[in-house]
């Protein structure tokens, strides 16, 4: 019996031994194990005071995925950007706690390691680490007191151990990290296109023409159709451009009388009304509705607007203004005006963008599910 | 023309979002970044590799090498590097083992660029690969490489055509001289390849073992066909006593400039002349050949490389080593557009970029073949070619062909540099 509880009590001060200097030893992370990304999707840079780690993706991933993050507790950030639904929520505009609408659709989450310096549909954000937080305090949003969220993390015994083990203590700005670099490492990579440009598969006849069409600015005097895509998407395999305000423009949706502000909320500038983000077009397929305020069901909807629906503004990009298949065919519509082949052909390319193996990555998923 | 709107989607597309960098990033520009095949020296004791290496004299890390995959296994290095239109990277090899190969590239947790390897690619034998483009044959586009070997023996030499997405060999095109009949055309040494509609032309060079046997012809090859249909002698002047090795040719047309006659230059590498070979697209036969540079005539030799931006065509003379200039839309004459860029003897593969302040510059390679000095017991010397292996890059300012910067591998890295590509493609418009 003396035996038993001299071991016993030996255990006992090596568990709270461990336990001390598990507290007492600093942060633990440890950089993303074999990370290797795409070339062709360009560079791209990580804030130097929030290094990609494996602790710090695990606890984004389980904020991301907590209701604890709202003021009552009911809605996550998963709440509106679904998975399979490339992280979106399939609606036009996401619900607003009292029942309304918000003003903006939910974006898909994608690859937002890339295009690092504008999120929102309206740019309001100049990080991630910024953006993060903002539908937490948004009222409509998640309504939640950031201080009573630190209170409420901080009683938490196992988010203070990820916490301290990511960056250290309990903060809005950790929280912040953390989200950014679980939404940092959303990494979407292995569509039938990125196969193909890997030399893995083989496009389609259609999606090959679609692929062609995307790619070619229409050109009449050298016989050259094209759909006209690649002029503002051409980062369409990650979330946008690097620099600044370039991905943001006026896809022609409204006259100048209904126009929104767009990013000329944020740059005040007269310039910018009614530009919004160019999304991604990873995942396109499965982020209906479409466009920033979900106007458009369905990818035909959104062909047809740019084949002839545009409309024309102060603000309108040049680059749709000038696109046309068909001058010949008079001014009475503003559009592509290509054939119903060609649209069908495009809308098959842009199904290839579909990463299915990044909708259902167990790693994205929900952690409080039983999701590794 | 190397690089199709697609491959500038990929490649320079992913390169746009560099433009406006804070000056914290300007250390991080990859436009200025480039790859490079670099040669063992076996008296130096080093390997084979390819790397990425910082080309900006700007930049902090000017000349340092920033990712490296060596070959130690492989008696002979990688040969040339060819960025596909879909952003694929592949590079052709002198060492039997590896002829043609696909090379991976991939980014690390920092964002940088990484060489992660390469592939050895299957040519069901044929050897010694140069040159590299895609062209398309019935509306199907192929990967068609020049393998100066063939599949051996004293009269060899093929052009392979592979599937671009699988890189499977889908038809060896050969036709030996030895095989084919008097005066049917043949293919021997195949190095340079351009093409314009349904003509493609290759160069006879010179046997691999620079000793067998030296052509002086090109072929012609029907790309519906993909059968050889005619050869076109292009030897005048022999300063050497040797045949005159047409070495790089470029198919003048009108893709590269609306106002350019359809027509073939070609460099003689021991005739040290620059042929023109007028081509009449409507009845698909080429006219007689002429020689519109010669070498002797202005104290050049061994002409190389065709380059074009999108308004001048430049070419490398290996001695005494410069880059010469001239109008794009002057096709297919020559007609010089700017001072001779001074770089080093063996001046030869180049790339176009801009420096972090905008400046415009040129980076010249310059070594031939990269063979050494006999004087350093080097058993890879062969005569008068060690004379044209500087083992140098030299940068300079395009537009005044001024030398800002130099980098001498075999100094500081104790390699030769045989190959040079940019890391977005190569700043160039037209090269094949």
Redesign the interface.
Known sequence: MRWVVLILAAAGIAVAGWMVWDRMRGLTATPIADFSAPFVFGRFAVPPDNPLTQEAFTLGRHLFYDPILSGNNEVSCATCHVQELAFTDGLAKSPTLSGGELDFSSMSLANLLWGQERFFWNGRATSLEEQALMPIQHPDEMGQDIDALMEELQASGSYRKMFRQAYGAVTPENTAKALATFMRLLISSNSKYDQYLRGEVRLTAQEEHGRKLFMAHPDTKVSLRGGNCIDCHSQFLTSGFRDALDGFSNNGLDPDETLPDGLMAVTGNPVHKGFFKVPTLRNIAVTAPYMHDGRFDTLEDVMDHYNDGIVVSDTLSPLILEADNAPEAGQETVGLRMTPDEIQAIIAFLHTLTDEAFLTNPQFSNPFEGGS | MKFS??TR???I?????????SPA?SQ?R?ESQGMVLLRGLPTLDTSHSIAIIELDPESDRFGEILSEVEQPEMEHPLHHLYYSP???LYATGLDPSCSLA?VG?????????VI?GFTCLDTQGQMVGEDIMWANSNGQEYMFVTFMGGTGGDDGGSVGVFD????EVVKVIEARKSQVGEGAPYIMYPHGISAFEDRMVVTSTVHPDLATGVGNMLTIIDLNALEPIENILVEKEKPLDFPSSPVEVLFARPGIHPDIEPAILANTMFGFETWKVPYDASSKSFGEAEVIYSGVANETAVPLEFYGTEDELFISHALPGVVKRYELAALPELVPSGPDIVADPGAHHMIFFTSASGRDLIAVQNNLLNLGNGAEDDPTDVDFIADLASHTISVHDLETGERLATIDFKERYNKGVDNLEGLFGSGFVHHH
């Open positions: 709107h697609t989607s990929v490649l597309g992913a390169g746009l979002i560099l433009a406006g960098l990033l991080d990859e879909n952003g694929r696909e590239l991939a980014r690390d947790a920092g964002g940088a660029p992660s671009p997405q699988t890189n």
